[in-house]
């Protein structure tokens, strides 16, 4: 394993010069997105995709922009022993498939699945609350002290950009998180919003989206299901989603939809075809203050009185990390158990 990664037409200006205008402006706001995130975070270089973590407090529900820079593919080397993190297991040869891409997660002979074998384990209690903190690769700095602040119970979401990703992914398993594998999905105003490099699309062959799926699973190993890196467009379009949520399935993982995608065809699509799936019921930082977070993080709980369950998405925002675990100190007194999403997911018929 790699070391833990309309107007008018009369009115339009010449295309030449709409493009040039276009070109200019987005070199500048690259230029200063770079300069704003170095001097945060500072220029760490195992990131490939840098974000700056403090945004001005939004009321949109799409996620900050993610700004990529591409790095070559390394492969990871093959699975040919198990392997542990503390006492958490993060690769197995049973459950995996080697290929000239990278190692493929896989259902062992025995019957035993990724999402079982890489789950972490459950509390019980019979209302439950699940919680994904997702960015996790993007900074060295926001992801250590996100795990370094989060209940283990709460699941988080690792990039596949990092080369770094394989570490963080070990590191949080070692302190008894379950992790996902956030996988880039189209979203509607793609690419003004872009996931990065290997985003699923709504429209390309399915053999295109294969292959960027399979690009995705392969660099890291020890994940127990998927979630969608943005992704509005592609979550609403049946066709597409159909056989990418069916490679999940058959390769033993679950798939997490994150429930920021309003015309979500997720759930339909899931049960149409007996795969395992969970879908979030709040977006808990779209706003991040801490009166806000906990507002959500108030209609989570309602969520799991009337249904038994309910899953809560967030972003490795500093406030959302402090005001997540300042309200897990309290859960289990108001009747609640947290517990990794594998404990939520609803299994195949």
């Given at each position: 394993?790699?070391?833990?990664?309309?107007?008018?037409?009369?009115?339009?200006?010449?295309?030449?010069?709409r493009?040039?205008?276009?070109?200019?402006?987005?070199?500048?706001?690259?230029?200063?997105?770079?300069?704003?995130t170095?001097?945060?975070?500072?220029n760490?270089?195992?990131?490939?995709?840098?974000?700056?973590?403090?945004?001005?407090?939004?009321?949109?529900?799409?996620?900050?922009?993610?700004?990529?820079?591409?790095?070559?593919?390394?492969?990871?080397?093959?699975v040919?022993?198990?392997?542990?993190?503390?006492?958490?297991?993060?690769?197995?040869?049973?459950?995996?498939?080697?290929?000239?891409?990278?190692?493929?997660?896989?259902?062992?002979?025995?019957?035993?699945?990724?999402?079982?074998?890489?789950?972490?384990?459950?509390?019980?209690?019979?209302?439950?609350?699940?919680?994904?903190?997702?960015?996790?690769?993007?900074?060295?700095?926001?992801?250590?002290?996100a795990?370094?602040g989060?209940?283990?119970?709460?699941?988080v979401?690792?990039?596949?950009?990092?080369?770094?990703?394989p570490?963080?992914?070990?590191?949080?398993?070692?302190?008894?998180?379950?992790?996902?594998?956030?996988?880039?999905?189209?979203?509607?105003?793609?690419?003004?919003?872009?996931?990065?490099?290997?985003?699923?699309?709504?429209?390309?062959?399915?053999?295109?989206?294969?292959?960027?799926?399979?690009?995705?699973?392969?660099?890291?190993?020890?994940?127990?299901?998927?979630?969608?890196?943005?992704?509005?467009?592609?979550?609403?379009?049946?066709?597409?989603?159909?056989?990418?949520?069916?490679?999940?399935?058959?390769?033993?993982l679950?798939?997490?939809?994150?429930?920021?995608?309003?015309?979500?065809?997720?759930?339909?699509v899931?049960?149409?075809?007996?795969?395992?799936?969970?879908?979030?019921?709040?977006?808990?930082?779209?706003?991040?203050?801490?009166?806000?977070?906990?507002?959500?993080?108030?209609?989570?709980?309602?969520?799991a009185?009337?249904?038994?369950?309910?899953?809560?998405?967030?972003?490795?925002?500093?406030?959302?990390?402090?005001?997540?675990?300042?309200?897990?100190?309290?859960?289990?007194?108001?009747?609640?158990?947290?517990?990794?999403?594998?404990?939520?997911?609803?299994?195949?018929?």
């Amino acid at each position: 394993m790699a070391h833990y990664a309309d107007s008018d037409a009369a009115m339009a200006p010449p295309k030449g010069a709409r493009a040039l205008a276009v070109a200019g402006a987005g070199l500048i706001c690259a230029l200063m997105a770079a300069a704003a995130t170095i001097t945060l975070l500072g220029n760490h270089h195992g990131a490939s995709v840098r974000l700056d973590l403090e945004p001005p407090v939004s009321h949109a529900a799409a996620p900050p922009l993610l700004r990529s820079e591409v790095t070559p593919d390394v492969a990871m080397p093959p699975v040919s022993q198990t392997q542990y993190a503390g006492r958490a297991l993060i690769a197995d040869p049973a459950l995996t498939e080697n290929t000239p891409l990278g190692p493929l997660p896989r259902i062992a002979d025995d019957g035993r699945k990724p999402m079982t074998a890489y789950a972490a384990p459950a509390g019980s209690g019979k209302l439950r609350i699940a919680i994904v903190m997702t960015g996790l690769g993007l900074s060295a700095k926001a992801t250590q002290a996100a795990l370094s602040g989060l209940p283990a119970a709460v699941t988080v979401g690792v990039l596949p950009y990092s080369a770094d990703a394989p570490h963080w992914l070990a590191a949080a398993r070692s302190l008894g998180h379950e992790v996902v594998l956030q996988v880039p999905m189209e979203p509607f105003d793609f690419p003004d919003s872009d996931p990065g490099p290997h985003t699923l699309r709504s429209g390309s062959a399915t053999s295109a989206n294969a292959e960027r799926l399979n690009w995705a699973l392969t660099r890291f190993t020890g994940y127990a299901g998927v979630t969608n890196l943005l992704g509005d467009r592609l979550l609403s379009d049946t066709e597409a989603l159909s056989p990418i949520l069916t490679t999940l399935s058959r390769r033993g993982l679950y798939f997490y939809d994150s429930g920021t995608a309003t015309q979500s065809v997720a759930p339909q699509v899931a049960g149409s075809l007996a795969a395992p799936f969970a879908q979030g019921a709040a977006n808990i930082d779209t706003i991040q203050t801490a009166l806000e977070i906990d507002r959500r993080l108030s209609d989570l709980e309602t969520a799991a009185r009337e249904h038994g369950s309910a899953i809560g998405t967030a972003f490795l925002y500093p406030v959302s990390v402090e005001r997540i675990a300042l309200w897990a100190k309290g859960l289990q007194a108001r009747g609640f158990v947290l517990v990794p999403v594998s404990a939520i997911v609803s299994a195949p018929k």
